[in-house]
């Protein structure tokens, strides 16, 4: 049968032909030219791959939360509240979960109204419902360059016009913020929001200072312009002193202690509990606020009430001293994310040697990689995951023009255990020693980059290969010596 295949299991579709598609051209929507593909999400199945050294996804390590936990959180919510977790919850979410995230936003010393937080189904939820009720085709958004890949498909399926402000390392430069209103203005357009994540930004890594938060609050609320505050990783800082979020700068300004007017603030449970829960919330001006929670209702009706009291009955246990769990366990995650940012950066100087740069982020799970500007790394990718298996996400998805980020790359430090991060940028130092040395070949410039020269006594440390487990292996992953 045509689109079919069959096998062991039985039969299975296969991509449509571009004859199938042609048949319901004419039935898809206008918006459908263009939707595109998440790269993370196209790289998923390589985690599945035992033999395959990922560093493209946003993973945390989920393997470090207690196992047994887990089943006492489940049991426990099994012995108590069976037929709540079963049954719908209110669109806004369970007021056990808007609980915790008044818990977390305290935490990161943002004190928010509970009756304007509405929990969704994980931090990209929020993204769509925003765009959803704010973006009509041809609408501005102005982002950050590069910008989160998740938001890029999000910004073209509603068919936006997105201007793109190129970071450094203090974030967004305002200046230049200032001129692109000034150019849009002049147009006549006016942007329905500027969309930002400050705090180790995806896939950049920096954060914005305090001077440019407090400037581009000052402007939003002087364009009466609404600003998207996408803090994933605030409370995964491993150096430096924490800044104050944008919504606390704009409830300040605005006057009132528990509530902003210009700033809505996404926040996620992904990366600081586990992203398979899927819970994420969103805190916003009322009039905002109505229209995602009118968006969710079209979409899920609500987010999973399992999910929601798995993370409120969590939120109710304490450490020995007393603590909260969840603020333990993310205390340990900075002690291991940070230790595997810095085993990351010493394999780049190792392995990259003069063939790029990279930044040094003070917290998050990524580092963003330049090459030498002859390489194009979507073709470094095809390469590094055939000969080398392993994989990164390319910057050009971190722009809306596909043209942009061409030598860059994004890698997460924050997924794999030291040695396989090792492992994988040795294999990315290969890739791209083999990608330069054929750049050289075809157009007789100087030959391929060198790696950094190790001092004599690493020597054979450096040299060595992590052997992958395989799947259902219980060993972690054993390094091969010579000799």
Known sequence: MSGSSSGAGGTRRTRATAHELARYEALFAARTRTM???????????????????????LPDTSTFPPELFAALFDEI????????????????????????????????????????????????????????LIDPGDVIVAEAPTYPGAIPTFGAYQADVAQIATDDDGMPIDELERT?????????????????PNFQN?????????????????????????????????????????????SLDAQAFGTPGGADLVIYLGT???????????????????VLEKLNLGKQG?????????????????????????????????????????????????LEEHFGESGHWTHPQGGLFIWATLDERINTTDLLALARTAERVAFVPGSAAYMDARSGMSSMRLNFAGNSEDVIREGIRRIGSAVRTQVGLISTLTGSPGAAKEKPAPREDAAELADVVELPRRGARASARRRRDG
């Open 299 to 347: 979409a899920d009706l609500c987010s999973s009430p399992v999910t929601q009291l798995f993370v409120a009955e969590y939120f109710k246990r304490r450490e020995a001293d007393g603590k909260p769990a969840w603020l333990a366990y993310i205390e340990r995650l900075r002690e291991l994310y940070g230790r595997r940012r810095d085993v990351m950066v010493q394999a």
């Open 78 to 133: 099994a012995a108590a509240d069976t037929a709540r977790a079963l049954q719908y919850g209110p669109t806004e979410g369970m007021a056990a979960a808007v609980d915790c995230v008044v818990d977390v936003m305290t935490a990161e010393g943002t004190s928010v109204d509970r009756d304007e937080v509405i929990v969704t189904t994980g931090g990209q939820q929020v993204i769509d419902l925003v765009c959803k009720a």
């Open 181 to 197: 209103l000034r150019r849009l203005a002049g147009e006549g357009r006016r942007p329905k929001f500027i969309y930002t994540i």
């Open 203 to 247: 896939p950049g890594g920096v954060t914005m200072s305090l001077a440019r938060r407090r400037a581009l609050v000052a402007l939003a609320r002087e364009h009466e312009l609404l600003v998207l505050e996408d803090n994933p990783y605030g409370l995964l800082r491993y150096e430096g002193e924490p800044l104050p979020t944008l919504y």
């Open 269 to 287: 449970f992904s990366k600081i509990l586990s992203p398979g829960i899927r819970l994420g919330w969103a805190v916003a001006p009322r009039p």
């Open 36 to 58: 595109k593909s998440s790269a993370m999400r196209e790289m998923m199945a390589l985690t599945e791959q035992p033999d395959v050294i990922s560093l493209a996804g946003g």
